[in-house]
């Protein structure tokens, strides 16, 4: 695989995305790449009678575009040569994803994973298996480490009964 030039990390700010910066940072460390941390506001829908209606044609609130480019602008690769630019779009996330890395020529797109699977995944839907299927660069789909996700509980295990 040749060294990577653009790297483009889409975050929604969950700890799925914050892993996923820390392998992009590091890809982008290794390869000497620019690294574009892409957030996409979504389009607010008018929702009557619990039938999603149509998208809001103000779009987010200038306060919510604010709150997101404050929280944007924090996140920083723990390596500071690696060049980084924080990028704002609106609309649906993986059209925005998509038109990002193909203007800007991305090599990569380094995205979280929940890795839901079954009816979370029938429900929720999946940015991230929507970009693998459309990109027309390499995706690197990262989840978070299982004890990270989820911490396990020791339970005592009960010893069967003898009966005589």
């Known amino acids: 695989m040749g060294r990577f030039k653009t790297i483009l990390h889409p975050t929604d700010f969950s700890p799925h995305s914050q892993h996923a910066f820390q392998m992009a940072s590091h890809l982008a460390a290794d390869s000497g790449a620019r ?5 996409v506001l979504e389009q607010p829908v008018i929702v009557a009678s619990g039938t999603m209606m149509a998208p809001m044609p103000t779009g987010p609130s200038a306060e919510l575009r604010q709150m997101a480019c ?3 602008a924090k996140i920083k690769p723990e390596d500071s040569s690696v060049a980084v630019e924080h990028i704002t779009e609106e609309g649906d996330p993986v059209t925005a994803i998509l038109d ?3 203007e800007r020529d991305c090599d990569l797109i380094v995205i979280g994973s929940h ?7 029938l429900l929720m839907g999946s940015v991230a298996e929507q970009i693998v299927r459309r990109a027309a660069c390499a995706v690197l789909t990262v989840k978070l480490p299982q004890a990270a996700e989820k911490p396990r509980v020791k339970t005592a295990r009960k010893e069967p009964t003898k009966t005589h």
């Open 35 to 39: 690294l574009l941390v892409l957030h």
């Open 100 to 102: 990002v890395a193909q």
């Open 115 to 121: 890795g839901r699977t079954g009816l979370g995944r």
């Open 70 to 72: 404050e929280q944007l």
